[in-house]
């Protein structure tokens, strides 16, 4: 056997049980593994230990942001769960009600990242055979051919999809630049159908950016944040088809965000009509565009999950889901199904003025 080939493979071998064919890396959940034991055995990780940590692929890019704040917290969070050593703050931060974290995002990025490491040092044995064990591949696979059939398309097999980047953080998945980011306690508490439900949604966001148009994504933040609202509405349809009550309670198991998720839903109609009024004032100059951005804010909460949730929910009611997937990447036809659905179930809609503003933001960018 050739001599390269040989080192080929056994590089290969030597690396199995830390990436697959460059599609899932588990160096971060490994790093975590190690500082998390050595805290359980009451001592403290050397200086050397962190720089592995830090390295690690799935918690890198925080280390490296200008916003120390992740992974700051990531950090202290381990030391607060682990070594038993400050219980009056962790009663205290598990005491955070469900009006101060839907206020106070920080305050509900520590309390969802603490219940997540208390939970892993419960199941602590259990976690790591599970990443021992585990058939990733099998689930790629299987999450594709759910979003594949979802769409209503044949597999795409010459779209090649970013590597899957497992930490250890709050139960959550996210789509970054470079890879797509997982929780992995989250995946080892999902069954196998929720696992595959959860990654196919974000493999629809991962796909989808084959299709959307970049120009009008990124020039300006409106044009980003219409885009989203659609992009996390459908994407929703994938994994939310019991609702977010359902989804919060038996899948991400925090019924607190849920309770969030489920009072921003119903007063979706409401905050879309609020978007509305405030593109209609931006379209005359009425208020600035840093003024649209601090009142989008403030209305668009979870990058539009809610309102795109609903407004995909009512097209898919009104029998236009087909149309709804044969364009799932133009946020103009996606706002104006929901309107065709909204005027059909006699539910609030978006004003004539308004779609033509919409239309003429779109149209050099989507036909």
């Known amino acids: 056997m050739n001599k390269v080939i040989l080192l080929g493979l056994l590089i290969i071998c030597v690396n199995r049980n830390i990436s697959f064919a460059q599609t899932v890396d588990l160096t971060s959940v490994d790093e975590f593994f190690k500082v998390t034991s050595i805290i359980k055995e009451g001592q403290q990780n050397s200086g050397e230990q962190w720089t592995d940590f830090d390295n690690s692929t799935g918690y890198k890019k925080y280390v490296d942001s200008e916003n120390e704040f992740i992974i700051n917290t990531i950090k202290a969070t381990i030391n607060m769960a682990f070594a038993n050593n400050d ?29 997540n490491y208390l939970d892993m040092k419960e199941n602590f044995e259990s976690i790591k055979s599970f990443r021992e064990n585990y058939d990733f591949n099998n689930l790629i696979e299987r ?16 779209f090649r999809f970013k590597a899957l980047y497992f930490n250890c953080m709050y139960a959550d998945g996210y789509n970054e630049e470079d890879a797509i980011y997982l ?3 989250l995946i080892y508490k999902m069954t196998e159908e929720q696992r595959i439900n959860f990654l196919a949604h974000e493999f629809f966001h991962n796909y989808r950016e084959k299709f959307e148009n970049h120009d009008f994504n990124h020039q300006c933040d409106l ?8 992009n996390e509405g459908i994407a929703d349809m994938i994994d939310k088809t019991g609702g977010y009550k359902n989804y919060y309670t038996t899948v991400i198991q925090e019924p607190e965000l849920g309770e969030i998720m489920v009072s921003l839903y119903k007063q979706a109609p409401e905050d879309l ?19 649209l951005v601090d009142e989008w804010i403030e209305i668009v909460k979870f990058n539009g999950h809610a309102i795109g949730f609903f407004m995909a929910n009512q097209i898919e009611k009104a029998g236009y889901n087909y149309e709804m997937l044969e364009t799932f990447y133009n946020p103009y036809a996606f706002f104006a199904l929901y309107n065709k659905a909204a005027k059909k179930q006699k539910i609030f809609h978006l ?13 050099e960018f989507y036909r």
């Open 223 to 230: 044009n980003y944040g219409i885009d989203m609202i659609q």
């Open 273 to 291: 009509g609020k978007v509305q009024d405030m593109i209609l004032k931006y379209s005359i100059a009425e208020i600035s565009e840093k003024e």
């Open 87 to 115: 219980l009056s703050k962790v009663d205290s931060l598990l005491s955070t009600s469900r009006e101060e974290m839907a206020e106070n995002r920080k305050l509900m990025f520590q309390k969802r990242i603490l219940k």
């Open 351 to 363: 004003s004539d003025e308004f779609m033509a503003y919409l239309r003429s933001i779109t149209k």
């Open 183 to 185: 929780d992995f306690n």
């Open 143 to 158: 999450s594709k051919l759910r979003l594949f059939t979802f769409l209503g398309k044949a597999v795409d097999t010459s």
